[in-house]
């Protein structure tokens, strides 16, 4: 599906909710570990609707937030980060409690959710904005992410390249409310969402029942 389509399936979904919607965009915020608010991971893998969704089944993990980071327009819209005009990508920062569950759980968590062979967005999803990422927050994060994909590659699971991109990771603007904990609060929207856009089916093509 071309963006512009995708772009109106997203406002089908959610215009009744855009009119009463409350903008958290300026609440910019970085990862953090405390004690209090657990470990903090970040990645991008398509719609952030769904991957917040997929996140939130994982033992351990405190809370997911949809939001935008990578890019160099601070406090970002969803209209400017869809457009690719900011230079962000959709992303999710999980928030996790080390003592449950790890970094290295979160990524074998991630692989399996995203397609990782397409470096032009995901599913039907085009455009730099919605490309595979994981943002490390220190240089432990970057080498587990790296190791990560290196035995992905090094698995021959795929006769092609790996490649979801590891960069650093910036300032974590939240998504407006409206696209926060979506799935949860719209199931019928979301799941006819996930079914249109071809995610599921693509994501069984390349990991089959490993899922």
């Given at each position: 599906?071309?963006?512009?389509?995708?772009?109106?399936?997203?406002?089908?979904?959610?215009?009744?909710?855009?009119?009463?919607?409350?903008?958290?965009?300026?609440?910019?915020?970085?990862?953090?570990?405390?004690?209090?608010?657990?470990?903090?991971?970040?990645?991008?893998?398509?719609?952030?609707?769904?991957?917040?969704?997929?996140?939130?089944?994982?033992?351990?993990?405190?809370?997911?937030?949809?939001?935008?980071?990578?890019?160099?327009?601070?406090?970002?819209?969803?209209?400017?980060?869809?457009?690719?005009?900011?230079?962000?990508?959709?992303?999710?920062?999980?928030?996790?409690?080390?003592?449950?569950?790890?970094?290295?759980?979160?990524?074998?968590?991630?692989?399996?959710?995203?397609?990782?062979?397409?470096?032009?967005?995901?599913?039907?999803?085009?455009?730099?904005?919605?490309?595979?990422?994981?943002?490390?927050?220190?240089?432990?994060?970057?080498?587990?992410?790296?190791?990560?994909?290196a035995a992905l590659q090094a698995s021959a699971r795929f006769d092609r390249?790996?490649?979801?991109?590891?960069?650093?990771?910036?300032?974590?603007?939240?998504?407006?409310?409206?696209?926060?904990?979506?799935?949860?609060?719209?199931?019928?929207?979301?799941?006819?969402?996930?079914?249109?856009?071809?995610?599921?089916?693509?994501?069984?093509?390349?990991?089959?029942?490993?899922?």
């Amino acid at each position: 599906m071309r963006r512009q389509a995708r772009v109106g399936l997203r406002a089908l979904l959610t215009g009744a909710v855009l009119l009463g919607a409350l903008s958290l965009a300026s609440a910019g915020e970085t990862p953090t570990a405390t004690p209090e608010a657990g470990a903090t991971a970040i990645f991008a893998g398509g719609c952030f609707w769904c991957l917040e969704a997929d996140f939130d089944k994982v033992p351990g993990v405190l809370s997911t937030t949809s939001g935008y980071t990578g890019g160099t327009l601070a406090n970002p819209s969803y209209e400017q980060v869809s457009t690719g005009g900011s230079g962000h990508l959709e992303a999710v920062l999980v928030r996790y409690d080390p003592t449950r569950t790890s970094y290295a759980r979160l990524l074998d968590a991630f692989w399996p959710n995203i397609d990782p062979l397409t470096a032009t967005g995901q599913f039907c999803d085009i455009g730099a904005q919605y490309r595979s990422a994981i943002f490390y927050a220190d240089a432990e994060q970057r080498r587990q992410a790296e190791a990560s994909r290196a035995a992905l590659q090094a698995s021959a699971r795929f006769d092609r390249p790996i490649v979801t991109e590891i960069l650093p990771a910036g300032t974590f603007y939240p998504a407006e409310e409206y696209h926060q904990d979506y799935a949860r609060r719209n199931p019928l929207r979301y799941h006819f969402y996930r079914s249109r856009c071809g995610r599921d089916a693509r994501l069984q093509e390349l990991w089959g029942s490993s899922r």
